[in-house]
C-alpha cells in the first residue's frame, strides 16, 4: 500500500508539472497571439494626394475592423523606398503592401500592364473603371501571381497633362524637349513620337531636376503636379489629358496567404471600401489642385482645343500598334471593346 502511495504521489507531482507548463506555454502563445499583425505600407506620394488619403484611410478601417489586430504602418514620400526599390522590396518581404502605378509591372515582366500607359486609350474614366474592375482587370492581376504579388484593387490619379518650361500646344512644340517619364517603353515610345526625348527619373527627383534644368517637362495628374511643387519650375501646362495614371494596391502573396482568413476578409473588404472613397477623391483632387496652380500664377495654363487633341491622338496612334505584342492584341481590343459599349450607352441615353 505504501508503494502505491508514493507512486500516486509522483504522478501528482508530475502531473502539476505537466500542468504548469502548459500554463506557462499557453500564457506565452496568447501574448504572442495578442500583438497585432504589422502592415508596412509604403508609398512615393505625398500624404495629401489621393493615393496618400486612402492609403491613411486602409490605416483607419483595418485597424478599426480589426480591432487591433492589424496595425497599419504608412510610409509616404519615399520614406523606405524609391520607386525603383520598392517592389523588390514587397517580393523580398520587406515591406507587406505598396500602392505602385501602373507603370512600374512592365520593367517587373508584366508587360500587360502597360495597357494603362498607352495615350489615349481611355476616352473617359467610366471606360476606365469598366477596364479596372472587369475582366481585364482580374486577368492582370492573375498575371502577378507568379512574381509572388497579390493584386488587391485599382486606385485612380487621374489623367495626365504636359508641362514644360516653353508651350506646348503642338507636336511640333515637343521637339527637343527632354522630357521626364516613368521607367515605361510605352511611355518612352510615346515621347519619342512627339519629338521629345524621354528621360527615366524616380519621381522623388523629378522636382529638383526641373529646378536645375536637369530635364525640360514632364507629364502628371494635377495633383501631383502640386503637391510635388512642380508648378513651381514649370512655366506652361497644358492640360491634355492624353495618358492616365493610376495605381494597382498590391501586397506580399506569401503575407496575405499566411494571414487568418477572418483577418484577410475584413482587409479585403476595407481594401474595397477605400478604393471607392479614393476614386471618389481622386477628381476632386485634381481640380482643386488645378484651382490652386491658378492661384499661384506661376503657370500658364492652355487648354488643348478638340481640334488639336485629334492632330496630337493621330500622332500618338501608332503607338497602340507599335505595342500590341508586348501588351497583347486581345487586351488592346478588348479595351476598345469597352470603350465602344460605353459610348453606345452615352448614345443611347441622349435618345
Request: glycine share 6%; hydrophobic share 40%; charged share 25%.
Given at each position: 500500500m505504501a508503494e502505491v502511495s508514493i507512486t500516486q504521489k509522483e504522478v501528482i507531482v508530475k502531473l502539476s508539472v505537466v500542468l504548469s507548463t502548459l500554463a506557462l506555454a499557453f500564457a506565452s502563445f496568447a501574448t504572442q497571439a495578442a500583438e497585432p499583425i504589422v502592415i508596412k505600407f509604403s508609398h512615393v506620394v505625398a500624404p495629401d494626394t489621393p493615393k496618400g488619403r486612402a492609403a491613411e484611410y486602409?490605416?483607419?478601417?483595418?485597424?478599426?475592423?480589426?480591432?487591433?489586430?492589424?496595425?497599419?504602418?504608412?510610409?509616404?514620400?519615399?520614406?523606405?523606398?524609391?520607386?525603383?526599390?520598392e517592389t523588390e522590396a514587397l517580393q523580398l518581404g520587406a515591406v507587406q503592401?505598396?500602392?505602385?502605378?501602373?507603370?512600374?509591372?512592365?520593367?517587373?515582366g508584366v508587360r500587360a500592364f502597360e495597357l494603362f500607359d498607352l495615350p489615349y486609350i481611355f476616352p473617359d474614366k467610366e471606360t476606365l473603371y469598366r477596364v479596372m474592375d472587369g475582366d481585364i482587370g482580374k486577368k492582370l492581376f492573375g498575371m502577378l501571381d507568379a512574381k509572388?504579388?497579390?493584386?488587391?484593387?485599382?486606385?485612380?490619379?487621374?489623367?495626365?497633362?504636359?508641362?514644360?518650361?516653353?508651350?506646348?500646344?503642338?507636336?511640333?512644340?515637343?521637339?527637343?524637349?527632354k522630357l521626364r517619364i516613368q521607367s515605361s517603353k510605352v511611355l518612352e515610345a510615346q515621347m519619342k513620337a512627339l519629338g521629345a526625348n524621354p528621360q527615366v527619373l524616380p519621381f522623388s527627383e523629378v522636382y529638383s531636376a526641373l529646378q536645375q534644368g536637369v530635364v525640360d517637362g514632364t507629364e502628371n495628374p494635377l495633383s501631383n503636379l502640386y503637391t510635388q511643387k512642380m508648378h513651381e519650375?514649370?512655366?506652361?501646362?497644358?492640360?491634355?489629358?492624353?495618358?492616365?495614371?493610376?495605381?494597382?494596391?498590391?501586397?506580399n502573396k506569401a503575407f496575405w496567404a499566411g494571414l487568418p482568413p477572418d483577418i484577410r476578409a475584413t482587409l479585403d473588404k476595407a481594401m474595397r471600401d477605400s478604393t471607392v472613397f479614393e476614386r471618389r477623391i481622386a477628381q476632386e483632387e485634381n481640380d482643386e489642385a488645378l484651382a490652386n496652380i491658378r492661384k499661384a500664377g506661376t503657370t500658364q495654363i492652355y487648354v488643348l482645343p478638340y481640334k488639336d487633341r485629334?492632330?496630337?491622338?493621330?500622332?500618338?496612334?501608332?503607338?497602340?500598334?507599335?505595342?500590341?505584342?508586348?501588351?497583347?492584341?486581345?487586351?488592346?481590343?478588348?479595351?476598345?471593346?469597352?470603350?465602344?459599349?460605353?459610348?453606345?450607352?452615352?448614345?443611347?441615353?441622349?435618345?
Amino acid at each position: 500500500m505504501a508503494e502505491v502511495s508514493i507512486t500516486q504521489k509522483e504522478v501528482i507531482v508530475k502531473l502539476s508539472v505537466v500542468l504548469s507548463t502548459l500554463a506557462l506555454a499557453f500564457a506565452s502563445f496568447a501574448t504572442q497571439a495578442a500583438e497585432p499583425i504589422v502592415i508596412k505600407f509604403s508609398h512615393v506620394v505625398a500624404p495629401d494626394t489621393p493615393k496618400g488619403r486612402a492609403a491613411e484611410y486602409f490605416k483607419k478601417l483595418a485597424e478599426e475592423r480589426t480591432h487591433g489586430r492589424v496595425k497599419v504602418e504608412v510610409y509616404p514620400n519615399s520614406q523606405l523606398y524609391k520607386d525603383r526599390e520598392e517592389t523588390e522590396a514587397l517580393q523580398l518581404g520587406a515591406v507587406q503592401m505598396l500602392a505602385p502605378s501602373l507603370s512600374k509591372f512592365g520593367p517587373l515582366g508584366v508587360r500587360a500592364f502597360e495597357l494603362f500607359d498607352l495615350p489615349y486609350i481611355f476616352p473617359d474614366k467610366e471606360t476606365l473603371y469598366r477596364v479596372m474592375d472587369g475582366d481585364i482587370g482580374k486577368k492582370l492581376f492573375g498575371m502577378l501571381d507568379a512574381k509572388g504579388i497579390t493584386g488587391l484593387g485599382f486606385w485612380d490619379n487621374g489623367f495626365k497633362q504636359m508641362s514644360a518650361n516653353r508651350p506646348l500646344r503642338t507636336v511640333e512644340d515637343f521637339k527637343g524637349l527632354k522630357l521626364r517619364i516613368q521607367s515605361s517603353k510605352v511611355l518612352e515610345a510615346q515621347m519619342k513620337a512627339l519629338g521629345a526625348n524621354p528621360q527615366v527619373l524616380p519621381f522623388s527627383e523629378v522636382y529638383s531636376a526641373l529646378q536645375q534644368g536637369v530635364v525640360d517637362g514632364t507629364e502628371n495628374p494635377l495633383s501631383n503636379l502640386y503637391t510635388q511643387k512642380m508648378h513651381e519650375v514649370q512655366k506652361h501646362l497644358t492640360l491634355s489629358d492624353h495618358g492616365y495614371l493610376g495605381y494597382a494596391v498590391i501586397v506580399n502573396k506569401a503575407f496575405w496567404a499566411g494571414l487568418p482568413p477572418d483577418i484577410r476578409a475584413t482587409l479585403d473588404k476595407a481594401m474595397r471600401d477605400s478604393t471607392v472613397f479614393e476614386r471618389r477623391i481622386a477628381q476632386e483632387e485634381n481640380d482643386e489642385a488645378l484651382a490652386n496652380i491658378r492661384k499661384a500664377g506661376t503657370t500658364q495654363i492652355y487648354v488643348l482645343p478638340y481640334k488639336d487633341r485629334v492632330i496630337w491622338q493621330q500622332a500618338l496612334l501608332p503607338v497602340h500598334k507599335e505595342f500590341e505584342d508586348k501588351i497583347g492584341r486581345d487586351l488592346i481590343q478588348a479595351a476598345y471593346h469597352v470603350a465602344a459599349e460605353v459610348e453606345k450607352e452615352k448614345h443611347r441615353g441622349k435618345k
